[in-house]
């Protein structure tokens, strides 16, 4: 596609459930990064892929939260017994293959709201 | 560690006044700095950035900032703002030759333009 594309922009969840956030890279960028943007702080990195596997997944908060790219192209990051403070921005970014931060592309993001 | 720091929280200025938002950093090497916004319902979009020559450093929209090593800063600036520019800015460091999950963000300012 032309952009990053994240669905859905809002999500709407109750403490306890499961959430799956997905995002759609730019068409052929194999590096694939989710970020997390708490109220009044800048984005915080989550994980990052290169093609189908997770290159560094040091940014996850806690064994709630995992993330797949089962195709090297589509990504989810799936949430699991959601928690008040899992409320936040999440952001996905997609560069080519070893291109530096520059060439990062940033999705608009989904906000997810935990009640 | 490498750290980001945005002082001003919000900013407000009239249209057409110069904006200068500050930007301070942390980090034990030589940084690789940026400058983001993000406008409502929008990704994160690279204003510019800085890794070496020039500390003068020209973007888009007719943003630029300025790298001053001695005070660990990288303000960014605006001569002229316009309404369009109403956004959050977000100022992040990172390594040179790293990628963008290793950047680091500061938390963020607020910019509010007058009519």
């Known amino acids: 596609g032309a952009g990053v594309s994240q669905t859905p922009s809002n999500k709407v969840t109750e403490k306890g459930k499961y959430v799956e956030l997905r995002c759609d890279p730019i068409?052929?960028?194999?590096?694939l990064y989710w970020y997390r943007q708490s109220l009044g702080q800048g984005p915080e990195f989550l994980i990052y892929f290169q093609g189908t596997g997770a290159a560094d997944d040091s940014g996850l908060p806690n064994d709630r939260f995992f993330a797949v790219r089962p195709e090297g192209s589509v990504s989810t990051l799936k949430i699991q017994r959601t928690e008040r403070g899992d409320s936040a921005v999440y952001l996905c970014?997609?560069?080519?293959?070893?291109?530096?931060?520059?060439?990062?592309?940033f999705g608009q993001g989904t906000r997810l709201t935990v009640v | 560690a490498q750290s980001v720091t945005q002082p001003d929280i919000h900013i407000t200025v009239s249209e057409g006044a110069s904006l200068e938002l500050r930007c301070n950093y942390s980090y034990g090497a030589t940084p690789y700095l940026f400058w983001y916004v993000q406008s409502p319902g929008q990704g994160l979009q690279l204003l510019l950035k800085?890794?070496?020559?020039?500390?003068l450093v020209q973007g888009i929209k007719g943003f630029e900032a300025e790298f001053k090593r001695s005070q660990s800063s990288f303000n960014l600036r605006k001569p002229s703002v316009h309404w369009s520019d109403a956004a959050e800015y977000f100022c992040?460091?990172?390594?040179?030759?790293?990628?963008?999950?290793?950047?680091?963000f500061g938390s963020g300012t607020q910019l509010t333009v007058l009519p």
């Open positions: 800085y890794f070496s020559g020039d500390t």
């Open positions: 068409s052929g960028h194999t590096a």
């Open positions: 992040a460091v990172g390594p040179l030759g790293g990628s963008a999950r290793q950047l680091t």
């Open positions: 970014a997609s560069s080519l293959h070893g291109a530096g931060p520059m060439q990062a592309f």
